[in-house]
C-alpha cells in the first residue's frame, strides 16, 4: 500500500511527539540534512566514484542515506508548517511552465 506525502509527515509527525525535545530548532535540522547529503554524497562516490570504502567502513547504502535526506526534510517542513504536497506541486508547476522548454523532449526525437 502506497502512503501519500500527508501520510508520510504524519507518520513522521507521530514519531517526534512522542519526546519532549520535539522538533530540532531549523538551523539544527539544515546543519543535519547537510550531514546526510554528504554522507550521500560519500555512498555515490563510493558506489560510482574512485573512491574505494575502506575496510573498515559502514555498509551504508545510497538507499538508506536518500531516506534519512527524506525524514530530515519531513522533519524540516513539519516544524515550519509546510505541506510537502503543495510544495511538490508548486515546484512542478514552476518546471512545467518556466522550464517547459528548457530540456529536449523524447517525443520530439
Known amino acids: 500500500m ?58 551504508n547504502s545510497i538507499e538508506l542515506e536518500l531516506g534519512d535526506i527524506l525524514f530530515i526534510t519531513i522533519c524540516f517542513a513539519n516544524s515550519l508548517g509546510i505541506d510537502l504536497t503543495e510544495a511538490h506541486d508548486k515546484v512542478m508547476h514552476k518546471f512545467n511552465t518556466r522550464d517547459k522548454d528548457r530540456w529536449t523532449r523524447k517525443d520530439t526525437e
Open 2 to 59: 502506497s502512503k501519500s506525502l500527508e501520510d508520510i509527515q504524519r507518520e513522521v509527525d507521530a514519531y517526534i511527539s512522542q519526546f519532549k525535545e520535539g522538533y530540532f530548532s531549523p538551523l539544527s535540522m539544515l546543519a543535519r540534512m547537510s550531514e546526510e547529503v554528504g554522507e550521500l554524497a560519500r555512498e555515490v562516490n563510493h558506489q560510482f566514484g574512485e573512491k574505494p570504502k575502506k575496510a573498515d567502513e559502514a555498509d
